[in-house]
């Protein structure tokens, strides 16, 4: 062994570097920020449609004005060149710029992206920009929406109008995110628009929001300058047991396929996971699956979005029903919320399962360019007498996940990049504004703007590329 030398940099308490060129970024989406939503030639969508119902979002908070995003943009893109941000996710609100679902584009809607893009790139800071974040225009729903299979056609329409305005642009494009709340929160619990609760509905559901993704990637593929990235923002999460029963574990397995296995399996693989179509057999004999539509669902991606927020824990056995997750086709599973632990909305904070999570995608599907498309947490966020937003929580969440996502980087899995929910507070589905996820704090009455604590240590992990320590030595 050689001595080091004098010369030999000392990297035993430097923080941890991130890849050089590594995507810092946080994300939004359109129907939680915009508001306006009768601008420019807007027509409903079916969270227009589904928010309007008494009772089924919190405190009864609708969506119209949500952060005044559609009048603020200039503003809010300033506040992310001074966090630093190189990329801004953000979604195209398809009822905006196709009013009525089919036919030719409304300009007025397109215009409002494209000086959002280049807003953006004037400020150094890449567009990432997701097509389908859950908002299609009612007019669609009325038609069957997800259940019916023109649907997919339809998308896949929208993606080239999209395309063709913005292409010249954005260089990462995301056909859906998050189908798996789609099909299962919108159409099995139905807690989420359109409200529907079906349990066979949901699996054709499911299929045509894959083949969907594949149809999208065909029409981007056809409209984008071949530089342009193409990705999906999927929210698969580790299923864990409580107790390691064989009942149990077959209670992970079935949960496996519901959450994972359904979207990723067509996408990496293209097939259905056998265990899946036996489980479900006594709901639908999968009929809807056409020869062909496996191969367009699995058309090669550039990058995989990964949304993380927390692990699953399920058992098998009677148990109450949980509004979050509905096992389609397997009643004996139930959800088990462990009982230790920090805990959000979405369920237990888990940092070490986002490094597992993504050993497991390496493993068991090669090795996949990822970015984390979003991670977060909600906290009760106030200005204080001194105008900080003291979020101490959440700086400690970042710091953990982003540990997780090094380590997970270090075991050999190609992360590129690593978008942070949320850039601004905003409207958080039937939570309303109940929950914020800024790293911008947002205040309901004023629309004023406060970067919080997170930002502050957010635009220094960017700055240095690395993890800095949570309490940096005092200056001087
Ligand atoms: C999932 C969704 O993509 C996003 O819209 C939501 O606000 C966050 N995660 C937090 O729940």
New binding site residues.
């Given amino acids: 062994m050689t001595a080091p030398t004098e010369t030999a940099p000392d990297r035993r308490h430097a923080p941890p570097e991130f890849p050089a060129g590594f995507r810092w970024g946080a994300a939004t989406?359109a129907f939680?920020v915009e508001g306006a939503l009768d601008a420019d030639g807007r027509t409903p969508s079916v969270w227009d449609t589904f928010t309007a119902v008494p009772g089924r979002v919190d405190n009864g908070d609708r969506a119209d004005l949500a952060v005044d995003h559609y009048r603020r943009y200039r503003d809010d893109v300033a506040l992310m060149a001074q966090l630093g941000l190189n990329t801004y996710r953000f979604s195209v609100s398809w009822p905006r710029v196709q009013p009525d679902g089919r036919g030719a584009a409304n300009p007025k809607g397109l215009d409002f992206y494209s000086r959002l893009v280049d807003e953006l790139l004037a400020n150094g800071i890449e567009p990432m920009l997701t097509l389908y974040?859950w908002d299609h225009p009612q007019v669609l729903q009325d038609a069957g929406g997800w259940a019916n299979r023109d649907m997919t056609e339809r998308f896949a329409d929208y993606a080239s109008l999209v395309a063709a305005r913005l292409g010249d642009r954005v260089p990462l494009w995301v056909t859906l995110?998050?189908p798996w709340?789609t099909a299962f929160l919108g159409h099995a619990s139905g807690i989420h628009a359109p409200g529907v609760a079906d349990d066979a509905t949901t699996l054709t559901v499911a299929h045509h929001l894959n083949l969907a993704h594949g149809l999208g990637v065909q029409a981007l593929r056809a409209a984008l300058p071949g530089t342009a990235q193409v990705s999906i923002a999927l929210?698969p999460a580790p299923v864990r047991t409580p107790v390691d029963t064989p009942e149990n574990q077959d209670a992970v397995r079935r949960a496996d396929a519901l959450r994972n296995r359904i979207f990723l399996d067509p996408l990496l693989r293209g097939q259905y996971p056998a265990d899946l179509i036996a489980d479900t057999a006594h709901i639908t004999d999968w009929g809807f699956v056409r020869d062909g539509d496996l191969a367009t669902a699995t058309a090669p991606i550039d990058v995989l979005g990964v949304?993380y927020?927390t692990p699953l824990y399920v058992a098998a056995g009677p148990g109450p029903a949980d509004p979050y997750n509905r096992w389609v086709g397997s009643d004996g599973l139930v959800h088990i919320a462990p009982a230790d632990g920090p805990s959000t909305i979405?369920g237990v904070v888990d940092a070490a399962a986002l490094r597992e999570l993504l050993n497991r995608i390496r493993h068991d599907y090669g090795p996949v360019p990822i970015v984390i498309a979003?991670n977060?947490v909600a906290s009760p966020d106030i200005v204080g007498p001194d105008g900080r937003v003291d979020d101490a929580g959440r700086v400690a969440y970042l710091h953990a996940h982003l540990a997780a996502l090094h380590d997970a980087i270090t075991d050999g899995v190609d992360v590129r990049g690593y978008v942070m929910?949320?850039l601004i507070d905003n409207f958080?589905?039937v939570y309303g504004y109940s929950q914020r996820?800024g790293l911008i704090h947002v205040d309901r009455d004023t629309q004023r703007r406060t970067v919080k604590d997170s930002g502050h240590w957010f635009r220094q992990v960017i700055a240095a590329n690395a993890i800095p320590p949570l309490d940096p030595p005092a200056a001087g």
Avoid: D, L, R, V
């Fill in positions: 989406a939680q974040h995110n998050e709340c929210n949304n927020y979405h979003e977060g929910w949320s958080e589905w996820f």
